[in-house]
Nanobody, 123 residues
Framework: QLQASGGGLVQAGGSLRLSCVAS????????SAWFRQAPGKEREFVSVINWSDGTIYYSDSVKGRFTISRDNAKNTVYLQLDSLKPVDTAVYYC??????????????????WGQGTLVTVSS
């Protein structure tokens, strides 16, 4: 089970850190990802980290502003959101899969999902 938290209201240019804690399993052999869904839009890929070798990918829209990381001891994956823009407003979801798929940008590649945490960026 995945539990996401850390969302909130922030002004443009501000920062937030999202957390996703896994319960009932260790993430050390897992691939963890973040997706987001803005109002009226489809869910989109944000970032992914492969716990076994540390491979990381970002979407072009967040590259250079967001940072994904992990803490093995805490069974937690983080998403640091910096230089936030109003277009980053969305519900952010964490997702997990036993392996890193070549189709990592698509939601169907993940078997476990968290409940989502809302990020609102005001202009």
């Amino acid at each position: 089970q995945l539990q996401a938290s850390g969302g909130g209201l922030v002004q443009a240019g501000g920062s937030l850190r999202l957390s996703c804690v896994a319960s009932g399993r260790t993430l050390s052999w897992y691939t963890s990802a973040w997706f987001r869904q803005a109002p009226g839009k489809e869910r989109e890929f944000v970032s992914v980290i492969n716990w076994s070798d540390g491979t990381i990918y970002y979407s072009d829209s967040v590259k250079g502003r967001f940072t994904i990381s992990r803490d093995n001891a805490k069974n937690t994956v983080y998403l640091q959101l910096d230089s936030l823009k109003p277009v980053d407003t969305a519900v952010y979801y964490c997702a997990g899969s036993p392996h890193l798929s070549v189709n990592y940008m698509f939601g169907y590649s993940y078997s476990h999902w968290g409940q989502g945490t809302l990020v609102t960026v005001s202009s």
